[in-house]
């Protein structure tokens, strides 16, 4: 699909790494203005419409609503200079945090 602003294709999917720099380039100045503790509270409204949508929105609803706060959380990623793509690598890329098993064994009881 294309933008009709300005002529360039959408991707049809975004690594990580590129919906990082996606939303940078989108909105970094307006961002770093708004600094981490405004951006959060918008991450915390964003959540609240997500659990609104999960509890009675239609699915359309709810992938919108997961996109603005992956969206969000991207940009307090950016405005703290933290790497999404490094971060999931380092902690998730080898398996589970707590068990260290591609699929979980950690006990139910325990937050892995």
């Known amino acids: 699909m294309e933008n ?3 002529g360039e294709r959408r991707p049809k999917a975004l690594s990580i790494s590129d919906f990082q720099e996606l939303i940078r380039r989108m909105y970094v100045e307006k961002d ?3 600094g981490v503790a405004g951006t ?8 609240g419409e997500l659990s609104t949508a999960l509890r009675s929105g239609t699915l359309k609803e709810q992938e919108e609503e997961f ?4 969206a969000w959380l991207t940009t307090i990623a950016n405005v703290v200079g933290v790497d999404l793509n490094k ?8 398996g589970c945090p707590g068990c260290g098993k ?11």
């Open 4 to 6: 009709e602003l300005t």
């Open 32 to 34: 770093v203005e708004r």
């Open 40 to 47: 959060f509270m918008w991450l915390m409204e964003e959540v």
């Open 67 to 70: 996109a603005d706060v992956l």
């Open 87 to 94: 971060a999931l690598v380092d902690k998730y890329g080898e």
């Open 102 to 112: 591609l699929v979980c064994e950690c006990p139910n009881s325990e937050k892995p």
